[in-house]
């Protein structure tokens, strides 16, 4: 006889004291176990495989590149994602610095922002480009003169998902 009671979620046999299992009964639960949990596992929109998980906990993408002297130069990042922001700085160098020059102050920038909705001076992006650029003339704009490719210095750019 089959048991009196069944569970709620997959009708498996729920027993009283009173009472009897039968071989068939244990045989029904565990194929109605066996499918509900064989299709769970194989949903491929529940569960995700490694290589997607690994994708997923990458959050941060660390690069360094060496400048060349080039006023403007495109890096493609090789992350397996399109960053939606990225810091770029020269490497052991003060962020900004200012030098007193002839008849004006000199202002060079060693660190630039970029972002989806907008970037700063000295880089610009779109998707996995990026652009930097490096003033090669010694009349800048209001004496302030983009950094980002000075020729033999070597900068890093950390760039977030």
Same mark, same amino acid.
Do not use: A
């Given at each position: 006889m089959s048991s009196t009671n069944k569970t709620e979620k997959l009708g498996l046999n729920s027993w009283l004291g009173s009472d009897i299992p039968l071989r068939t009964d244990f045989n029904n639960d565990n194929s109605i176990i066996d499918s509900v949990v064989g299709n769970h596992l194989e949903d491929n929109v529940?569960?995700?495989?490694?290589?997607?998980?690994?994708?997923?906990? @990458?959050?941060?993408? *660390?690069?360094?590149?060496?400048?060349?002297?080039?006023? /403007?130069?495109?890096?493609?990042?090789? &992350?397996?994602?399109?960053?939606?922001a990225g810091i770029i700085f020269a490497s052991r160098t003060p962020f900004f610095e200012v030098v007193q020059g002839v008849d004006k102050l000199k202002n060079y920038h060693y660190l630039a922002f970029c972002t989806k909705l907008g970037?700063?001076?000295?880089?610009?992006? @779109?998707?996995?480009? *990026?652009?930097?650029?490096?003033?090669?003339?010694?009349? /800048?704009?209001?004496?302030?003169?983009? &950094?980002?490719?000075?020729?033999?210095?070597?900068?890093?750019?950390?760039?977030?998902?």
């Open positions: 529940r569960h995700i495989d490694q290589s997607e998980r690994d994708k997923w906990n @990458s959050q941060v993408y *660390v690069m360094m590149y060496f400048g060349d002297g080039e006023e /403007s130069r495109e890096l493609t990042l090789s &992350c397996d994602f399109v960053p939606t970037d700063s001076y000295g880089v610009s992006s @779109s998707g996995k480009t *990026v652009k930097i650029t490096q003033d090669t003339t010694s009349d /800048s704009l209001n004496g302030q003169y983009k &950094c980002m490719n000075e020729k033999g210095r070597t900068y890093i750019g950390i760039f977030f998902r």
